[in-house]
């Protein structure tokens, strides 16, 4: 069987070239190439390049690619109906008398896509209608030789371990989702039951930051790489008006991953808000700028960048005499570490070396690569909204999806990287589930930490005492 190769080979700078990876010679049915590298094809002709014959196997860059960006255009049940058909129509395996010569050299490559595409894009199988196709195609190919019809078995056994992970694991984040509750509220009815504070929880800012890297590792493991795309999806205009995959966005984990980042910021803003003496608000301060430091050591970007994001908070900006007492000369190499402007030219440049190190890494420590996610969208979505999906005549614009594929894969190598450091259930309970500030309830406890400066202040605070409080 052919073999997969780890995500970071399959990308080099000139995307696709088929002298080096195609063994059919292609007789430009409906597809473009310039200098060997596609550039653009006919959808119908891109999917028949996608199912292999008996003489030929696509490349691995062009299953995921294709497979990342055919859902801009058709959902993936339809996909998957169609690879189907032209399989077993192209192969003759629906006649009666199948010759089983024939299915044993086809089965191994027809095999080999949908290990593929169960391994790299689970949950499109969340669908009945993929599974039932999945199913009838996997049978077809099992009913040849009693090899095939374990490794259809072990395929199938993955594929529902996986779904049943994910499910597990979105059911738990919609538990810790309906207990969370305000601060603010449960200070006022059951003030005993936070005595607790980070400091008291782990004083030692290297397994803060060790463990805020378990969860932000764990929640980038389960977003799918299509996620990325559906995230973006439109209708097609050129699909007869028919809705995209767009009208069922499956972009939850990736929504729980940038809820993660929210909700670290208002922990910081409130764990920095919430002590009454200016000294213990001080020392917090520096205590997340320690952890924020060796965030930045480990490669663990996007936590760095929420707990800048919390310090720069107006709640926490404005408390002057706190920030008085703060030794602020690491708080600003931070800051300028994920400076926004030329394009966060800085935390781009430290990202490159983070993962250039990953790279050459000789331990999982080493390989640990968490980008500034909301950037990483960004950017996503700055490269599909600036470039056509399809050309003037109609093609899919397959240039601007090798882009996309280069930076999604780009992800998914650094989404497998296993945690290297031990998890400490009690930091990680807190982290996940201690109750949060509001915006309201931290600017309230910042203006009774140092008073109002102008009237616009003193009138909030007023405004913001009786209607939380119940106070004048």
């Known amino acids: 069987m052919p073999q997969t190769p780890p995500f970071a080979a399959m990308f080099d700078s000139s995307g696709y070239n088929r002298n080096l990876y195609q063994s059919k010679e292609d007789s430009c049915g409906g597809l473009y190439y310039h200098d060997n590298n596609l550039l653009s ?69 027809i095999l080999q896509l949908l290990t593929e595409w169960t391994e790299t894009f689970p949950y499109d199988f969340r669908d009945e209608r993929m599974m039932r196709n999945l199913k009838e195609l996997a049978q077809r190919i099992a009913s040849g030789d009693e090899m ?141 700028i320690d952890v924020a430091r060796e965030c930045f050591n480990i490669g663990n970007f996007n936590s760095l960048m929420a707990i800048v994001s919390g310090m720069n908070m107006s709640p926490v900006s404005r408390l002057k005499k706190t920030w008085a007492k703060v030794k602020t000369a690491k708080f600003d190499i931070l800051e300028h570490q994920m400076d926004p402007s030329s394009n966060f030219y800085n935390y781009r440049t430290a990202l490159r070396g983070a993962a250039q190190r990953s790279l050459t890494a000789h331990s999982n420590r080493e390989k640990i690569v968490i980008p500034f996610f909301s950037l990483l969208i960004k950017d996503i979505y700055f490269l599909n909204e600036g470039c056509a999906n399809r050309l003037p005549n109609g093609h899919v614009n397959f240039e601007k999806f090798w882009e996309l594929a280069k930076q999604v894969s780009e992800f998914m190598t650094w989404k497998q990287v296993e945690c290297p450091f031990e998890r400490d259930r009690k930091i990680l ?17 910042s203006y009774e930490s140092e008073s109002p400066e102008n009237h616009i202040e003193k009138d909030r605070w007023k405004t913001l005492r009786s209607t939380l409080l119940g106070r004048v």
């Open 41 to 109: 094809g006919s959808l119908e002709a891109l999917i028949q390049h996608l199912v292999p014959n008996v003489d030929y196997y696509p490349d691995r860059t062009y299953i995921f690619t294709f497979l990342l960006s055919s859902r801009l255009f058709m959902h993936p049940y339809e996909l998957m109906a169609k690879v189907c058909h032209l399989c077993i129509e192209q192969q003759r395996l629906s006649e009666p008398g199948l010759d089983k010569n024939r299915i044993r050299k086809i089965a191994p490559k």
């Open 429 to 445: 309970q807190y982290l996940l589930t201690i109750p949060v500030f509001s915006d309201d309830a931290l600017y309230l406890a």
């Open 148 to 288: 095939y019809r374990k490794n259809v078995q072990q395929l199938l056994q993955n594929l529902l371990r996986k779904l049943a992970t994910v499910s597990q694991y979105e059911e738990v984040l919609a538990k810790i989702n309906a207990t969370s509750t305000d601060r603010l509220t449960v200070l006022k009815t059951k003030p005993q039951s936070i005595q607790r504070d980070i400091i008291t929880v782990c004083n030692d800012p290297y397994a803060l930051a060790q463990q805020l890297t378990h969860i932000e590792l764990e929640r980038l493991n389960y977003i799918g790489p299509e996620e990325f795309v559906q995230a973006f999806v439109q209708k097609d205009p050129l699909d007869n008006d028919k809705s995209c995959y767009g009208d069922r966005k499956k972009t939850r984990n990736l929504e729980a991953y940038v809820e993660w980042f929210n909700r670290l910021s208002y922990l910081v803003a409130t764990e920095i808000c919430m002590p009454v003496k200016k000294k213990h608000r001080a020392r917090v301060i520096e205590y997340f």
